[in-house]
């Protein structure tokens, strides 16, 4: 396993929220209670989802055990945050699971899953396509609530607002 230096000291500058780094001393608490592990992990074979292997690969700098597993390893974190409230050193570690998540967009190897609901929003402003307004059954439900319909998003603005982010390059 091979040591990538540049990534090391990314996680190590993404860690905000700490003037001294906390290293993790492994004790488990994140990966005991995060939900994702308790639903994918094999008590027997130990695979699955697992918030302290990725922290200490990261804190290491073993990018290649990260980045070339099971796409789980990365993105099967829904951001409960439960794991950066029990862990003893206050290690953040949302924040370094959302740097391997850009960094998997970035390298174009995310879910495919992920790259559909993104363009969805590119293209339309919204992650989930519904109509708020005519005839269709939210906008007769609002109607019927006395709620004015839902403007549409002003898309032109906000795929600029993007575009300035550079986030239409990491569309596929
Ligand atoms: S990140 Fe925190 S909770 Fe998880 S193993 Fe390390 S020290 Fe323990
Ligand atoms: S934030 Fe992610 S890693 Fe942490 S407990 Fe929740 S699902 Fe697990």
Redesign the pocket.
Known sequence: MTIDFEFRKQVMDYHIGSDLIKYCYQCSR?SD?????NVTTDFYTTTGYN?RSNILNALLGYKDAIFDADPLAIWG????????EVCPQNIE??EI?TLLKNQSVADGNAPEFIYSQARAIFEGGKAIPISHTGKGPIGRRREQLGLPPVADPDVYEFQTLLKNLGVDKKLK
Do not use: K, Q
């Open positions: 994140c209670n995060c939900p994702i592990t918030p974190c829904t951001v409960c945050d439960t794991c950066d570690l949302t699971f």
